[in-house]
């Protein structure tokens, strides 16, 4: 990498979650790399393989995909054997002249493969951790060793917000300085307010989120009857799907609640904002939550939002944007009350106004920007030599995990020099770009060719 | 991000996101970590205070050995089952009127429980171990003496790891514990010579099982000092029991007796000072309500 002025990267996210699984980090991935092949980077994403997507595939602006033909265990996530993924990994970074593996969310097996290997490779790295974790139980215990493993060498680390980053810092023993706090963001133009789209004769409260224990769906299962009892004119919309729906159905049957309480099951993300707009109040019941999408999303609508305070939802949106509680009906109850007296009063600020203030927060573009930043400054940075590594291992993952994994990188090491020995790198074709300073996709798209959505395998 | 760690003047870091603030995205600050909290559930424990609660294990524990060790004495032919039968029905009625003397009378009242449904629970009892102990007797005859011998081990062995110590844990199920403790007295029942012996035993098991630790609870509750008594007694006669069998097994039950009223305590109390757990505003939140209520 020549140093001074912007420098294109070539950028490999890895991670098991992307489309079309939906969720969190597989938007955060897809929306991150989109804005980065706008500012120039060539990007491709490695995935596995989900049903009958495999191969590789191209999508929006020349983004390359590839699905891995790799096993999923548990929760679309792969196994790990730290080795079986050498071979394949290896042969991408090398065709795609990969300099930085950014890898996402601790929950992904292949992202923590992909660095692994990355970094026996001597490719930088970095890391996005999505989700916040306990201390306290022996499965947290397990997991954030391995976390340790896995973050000790690796270039650096950003986080969704600044509790996830003290998160982080402690189940993996980081230095703080090698940590950057990077916000998810939002679409402000698929979320916009239509105060048309409300029934002004009743308060409508909407909940838009998985249906599970985390959610803090029990919370909801108090709520509801509590306020329905008292406020007749309060309506519920619940999106969203999952094991903790058969609660909130006996709560609707045990007080007859049925043309008050709608539940809609699981929705498209892009149904959520036509959900959103019918609402006044917002209301998250999360137990833990690193940044909380669904809050920014809902302001962005126009809503009043409600929520618990836990994990980084404090320092998502401002005080006067949010009515933060503690996480028991009571609370929550005194909350949306105070939105509903404000709503009455008609104290609360116009959508119109909310969403102008909310959509300057977060923008992919930013994120994107920042990123940047970051991978500048590991583009500067050395990658740790086999020794130094093997040294950082065992000085910092402890006495016997550090021997171990130093042993299964001496291991992963030998494998990739019979790797080479078998395939040299020199004979590995080198594929085309489709994004980035020579893209073949970028230049089309500037000889003003039409813009498509290609999906093939290519030929290269 | 050469300038990283420089805050910049007459600007104060705030912990939001939602402002794009002249700081590095690395940028640490003094507040970091502030929220952090060390051992917050962690309790300080006094000596005296586990000493006395590992009791109740010490008590479990010489309730199997004074258990096993009549049995022997009845397989040796030493004890009659009518002496057995006579000493244990006295024992009975004793720790029945102590049962209520202890108290005064308050857990019957509040029970509402009569002594007419006491009896009748007793004879009833009485009458079907009775009635099914030629039963009992010849249950286990195709079954090796070993597998009898390895399966009340077993049992035994079981009872004391699920039985309520007074622990809140999930391991805990007094169901289960007594179950598998008059399933290994029914296994060594059958060894025993007749019918009768058989009858006994599985009577003593429940007496010593099931009522004894009942007793023991109240005792405990209402006059610890004569429960730290009873123990005391109880676990020397446990102890003087089993030097008449074997002289080494009573050293060794003497010196796990000690270990857990005294070594364990103490080994607790040490790794307390060790203890450390660290919590913040990125634990899950914990649901401290009752929610059942809307429910039902």
Known sequence: MEGGGPEAHSVCMVSDFFYPNMGGVESHVYQLSQCLIERGHKVLVVTHAYGHRKGVRYLTNGLKVYYLPLKVMYNQSTATTLFHSLPLLRYIFVRERVTIVHAHSSFSAMAHDALFHAKTMGLRTVFTDHSLFGFADVSSVLTNKLLTVSLCDTNHIICVSYTSKENTVLRAALDPRIVSVIPNAVDPTD????????????????????????????????IIPELCQKYPEIHFIVGGEGPKRIILEEVRERYQLHDRVRLLGGLEHQDVRNVLVQGHIFLNTSLTEAFCMAIVEAASCGL?????????????????????????????????????????????????????????????????????????????????????????????????????????AVLNFLLLAFLRWMTPDSIIDVAIDATGPKGAWTKQCLFGKKRRVKEELPNS | MTCAQQPVPGRRWQKVLYERQPFPDNYVDQRFLEELRKNVHARQYRYQAVVFQSG?????????????????????????????????????????????????????????????????????????????????????????????????ALMLLGHL????????????????????????????????????????????????????????????????????????????????????????????????????????????????????????????????????????
């Open chain 1, 191 to 222: 979320f916009t307010p239509d105060p048309s789209r409300r029934d002004d004769s009743t308060i409508t409260i909407v909940v838009v989120s998985r249906l599970v224990y985390r959610k803090g769906i029990d919370l909801l299962s108090g």
């Open chain 1, 304 to 408: 009043q939002v409600v929520s618990t305070r836990v994990g980084g939802i404090p320092e998502v949106l401002p005080e006067n944007l949010i009515i933060l509680c503690e996480p028991s009906v009571k609370s929550l109850c005194d909350g949306l009350e105070k939105a509903i007296s404000q709503l009455r009063s008609g104290t609360l600020p116009s959508p119109e106004t909310v969403h102008n203030e909310v959509k300057t927060f977060y923008t992919w573009r930013n994120v994107a920007e920042r990123t940047e930043k970051v991978y500048d400054r590991v583009a500067d940075e050395v990658v740790l030599p086999m020794k130094e590594r093997l040294d950082r291992l065992m000085t910092h993952c402890g006495p016997v995990t550090g021997c171990i994994f130093a042993f299964f």
């Open chain 2, 56 to 152: 109740a294990v010490v008590q479990q524990l010489c309730s199997v050995c004074v258990f096993v060790l009549t049995w022997w004495y009845m397989d040796a032919g030493m004890l009659s089952p009518q002496g057995l039968f006579g000493a244990a029905l006295v024992s009975s009625l004793l720790g029945y009127v102590l049962f209520d003397a202890v108290d005064g009378g308050a857990g019957r009242w509040a029970s509402g429980r009569t002594r007419w449904a006491d009896l009748k629970s007793t004879l009833v009892f009485a009458a079907f171990t009775y009635g099914f102990s030629p039963v009992l007797k010849t249950l286990t005859e195709s079954i090796s003496t070993d597998t009898i011998y390895a399966m009340s």
């Open chain 2, 161 to 296: 790891i699920f039985f309520d110590y007074g622990a809140n844990a999930a391991i805990v199920s007094s169901t289960l514990s007594l179950n598998m403790a008059i399933f290994a007295s029914v296994c060594l029942a059958s060894r025993l010579p007749r019918a009768l012996h058989a009858f006994v035993m599985v009577t003593f098991a429940m007496q010593i099982f099931a009522l004894w630790p009942m007793l023991q609870k109240k005792l405990k509750a209402q006059t610890p000092r004569c429960y730290v008594g009873v123990t005391v007694l109880f676990a020397l006669a446990a102890l003087a029991g089993l030097a008449t069998v074997s002289s080494v097994g009573a050293v060794l039950f003497a010196s796990l007796l000690l270990a857990i009223s005294c070594l364990c305590p103490y080994c607790l109390i040490r790794l307390q000072l060790l203890k450390d757990n660290i919590h913040g505003p990125w634990d899950e939140a914990e649901i401290k309500e009752d929610l059942s209520r809307f429910l039902m």
